[in-house]
């Protein structure tokens, strides 16, 4: 699927397949804190879903693609580049949030294998419906409705520029619709707009 069939389908109904995890910041905070970890290396963790499952949204063949291939790419480099500077012993976020001080290629890998990490475990085959509660309010106070959000949000992904990532943060407690470019992401101290991620999605 190419970059703008993706955005025709994916972005249009994104509130679709990611209002259930919209609703819990604990859960991306446990994923970003949880070390997927054997034997010091860091660990490719199983799709919690099938290849095909989330289609029409994500097709089958652009999801095996992206996780058998790109994703395990950047898990093992980057074990290997972390490894080489002796830093595979800290937490993926940890790295992250100090990237000013690595190479490149921790920078890109590093970046991949969180990014898709938290992709991966907020999109749901069963998801659906509207958000609620504090998110519901928080939504509507910083951007109106939810469909000028899912607007705002569709705008920032389609403005991304070849490879990069739109994404919704939280900083100062507020909501705030973001964009990086590459592998790049917002817990990082080298992006302009830094903030925790509550939901992101990869655009190609």
């Known amino acids: 699927m190419d970059k703008r069939s993706f955005l025709k389908t994916s972005l249009?109904?994104?509130a679709g397949l990611f209002a259930l995890s919209l609703r819990s910041h604990g859960m991306v905070s446990g994923m970003v804190r949880k070390n997927y970890r054997r034997k010091g290396e860091f660990l490719q963790p199983k799709l919690p879903?099938?290849?095909d499952?989330?289609?029409?949204?994500?097709?089958r063949t652009t999801m095996e693609l992206h996780y058998t291939e790109h994703y395990t790419a950047y898990t093992q480099k980057f074990n290997e580049a972390a490894a080489r500077l002796g830093i595979l012993q800290q937490?993926?976020?940890n790295i992250l949030k100090e990237i000013s001080k690595y190479p490149e290629s921790i920078?890109?890998?590093?970046?991949?294998y969180l990014n898709h990490l938290i992709f991966w475990n907020m999109m749901s085959p069963s998801g659906g419906g509207m958000p609620s509660g504090a998110l519901l309010d928080a939504i509507e106070k910083e951007f109106g409705s939810v469909?000028?959000?899912?607007?705002?949000?569709?705008?920032?992904a389609r403005n991304v520029f070849g490879s990069g990532w739109a994404w919704l943060i939280i900083r100062d407690n507020r909501l705030q619709i973001t964009s990086t470019?590459?592998?790049?992401?917002p817990l990082m101290d080298i992006v302009s707009e830094q903030g925790f991620p509550?939901?992101?999605l990869d655009v190609w």
Do not use: M, S, W
């Open 91 to 93: 937490p993926a976020r």
């Open 147 to 156: 469909e000028n959000f899912r607007e705002k949000f569709t705008e920032a």
């Open 12 to 14: 249009l109904g994104v």
């Open 107 to 112: 920078r890109q890998n590093g970046g991949g």
């Open 198 to 200: 509550l939901l992101c």
């Open 181 to 185: 470019q590459n592998q790049d992401n």
């Open 49 to 51: 879903y099938a290849f």
């Open 53 to 59: 499952a989330l289609e029409p949204y994500i097709d």
